[in-house]
């Protein structure tokens, strides 16, 4: 789609307001919905995604008819707004081996974990619009030792309100960033929410996944703000078991990532 376009040092693939936000975009929708909506919060229109079942309801770039993005920028950048809800977001690069790989981030997780294939990754938003900002090659390294090249495809799943999403050559300073990037909102209306700078695990960790499958969930236990996991930073470390401690020390163990069994992912491999 953008490989061989010249990338300079913006691209965007996602804007909340233009006249068809979803053009680059297809949909898939199962017990819920994706709409433009007024949040109040900006007095603006923003994309909802919201469902009963993570999963089974998201966005994806590029559409059907493009088969990659095959953008090279190293920093993804989202506009996002916190729900309260179960939601996660993937992207699928590329690296200097010639292997497709997917990394995950979601709320619902309290530790991370390395599959060849995989990475699930927990991120904690603060409360309302979030500025989300990854180094995909310092996060491909650090999980594979191998080099980023480029970004295949990014997959938005419930539960969220979207803004923007962009790429970025390099971390710029909010001076340096053009208007039409940044949220336009009032200064305490924004939190930014960033991920660790270190991974808490070694780079040589290979642990079992964990893949919540959301359909287990029952629809009133999901909306129930009361049963939603609060993680901070407290949460982002190895179990105290050690890499082979997992979860057997907690007595209510975490269920697995929502998105099926990842040994479907063996035929990434070239």
Not at 8 to 30: A, E
Not at 160 to 168: E, G, H, Q, S, V
Not at 204 to 231: A, C, I, R, T, V
């Amino acid at each position: 789609m953008f490989k061989n376009a010249y990338q300079g040092r913006f691209i965007s693939i996602f804007y909340s307001i233009g006249s068809k936000p979803l053009s680059l975009w297809d949909t898939d929708v199962h017990n819920g919905y994706i709409r433009r909506i007024t949040d109040y919060d900006l007095n603006s229109l923003a994309l909802e995604i919201i469902s009963t079942t993570v999963m089974n309801t998201y966005i994806t770039c590029p559409n059907y008819r493009f088969k990659s993005l095959g953008i090279k920028l190293p920093y993804l950048c989202l506009i996002i707004k916190n729900l309260n809800k179960h939601f996660s977001f993937e992207v699928q690069i590329i690296d200097s081996k010639n292997t497709k790989r997917r990394i995950r981030f979601s709320n619902y997780h309290s530790c991370s974990k390395i599959n060849p294939f995989i990475v699930t990754f927990p991120i904690c938003l603060n409360e309302g619009w979030n500025e989300v900002r990854i180094d995909l090659q310092d996060f491909v390294y650090k999980s594979y030792k191998t080099l980023y090249l480029e970004t295949l495809q990014i997959k938005m799943h419930a539960n969220c309100r979207l803004r923007r999403i962009f790429f970025a050559d390099k971390l710029y300073d909010s001076k340096d960033i053009p208007a039409e990037y940044k949220l336009f909102r009032k200064e305490d209306q924004l939190a930014t929410s960033k991920i660790m700078d270190e991974f808490p695990y070694p780079p040589s960790y290979l642990g079992e996944n964990e893949d919540m499958n959301e359909d287990e969930m029952g629809q009133g236990d999901f909306f129930n703000e009361n049963l939603m996991p609060k993680y901070s930073a407290d949460f982002l470390e190895m179990p105290a078991g050690g890499e082979d401690g997992g979860n057997e020390n907690q007595e209510n163990p975490e269920p697995d990532a929502a998105g099926g069994d990842d040994n479907e992912d063996q035929g990434d491999e070239p």
